[in-house]
């Protein structure tokens, strides 16, 4: 009887973080102090859906939004964040973190998306901000292809008030994923992709992918 005591254990936690990441609290919508909110996770993984909808539902509350993302990204479209599933909201891009800081001293919500690409000093660009009493909403992937932690994304967990880790589905098994495989060969950090250059794993697949990669050399 072990076995299915586990899986329903394990049933009952997955249940209670998709809870707590979709609760519906309007308490963080409405009241003026300062936060820091982290959604993290592997690409594919719905961490800009759940950004945007955040940062739309703090537009309906008549809060000052004002959302940024690097230079770097612009896979989709110069201006806006787009997610995957289309859904866009109007953004900044910027080369630095500091940068943050000039356009955003009448803002109430703050919100950065591709985190993981931006400087260092964006870990104390939002400490700063929170402790002025804005609310920052930051998405980014929590580690490269190589599974290891992305940029400012672990500081970043660090200092938040909140972190939601979000999963893809395993795109070999099914199981949640937490890894984003990259299918094409190239060892350079960035190489911003898609479904065509990454594939969401879970842990067990992303290591079988790997030895995979390595025998074909
Ligand atoms: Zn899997």
Known sequence: MAKPLKVLFLQSN??????????EDHIQETKRRGRIEVICGSMFSGKTEELIRRLKRA??????????????????????VVSHD??????????SSATILLFTSEV????????QFFDAGLVDVCNQLANNGTRVIIAGLDMD????????MPALCAIADEVSKVHAICMKCGQLASFSHRTVKNDK???????AEYEPLCRVCYQNALIEDEEKG
């Open 145 to 152: 292809f190589k599974g290891n932690p992305f940029g400012p």
């Open 86 to 95: 289309s859904s866009t909201i109007a953004s900044t891009p910027i080369d």
């Open 59 to 80: 537009k309906f509350a008549r809060q000052r939004v004002e959302i940024f993302k690097p230079a770097i990204d612009t896979r989709y479209s110069e201006a806006d």
């Open 14 to 23: 997955i249940t209670h973080l998709i809870m707590v990441l979709f609760s």
């Open 189 to 195: 950090q960035v190489l911003l992709g898609e479904t």
């Open 108 to 115: 109430d919500v703050v919100g950065i998306d591709e985190a």
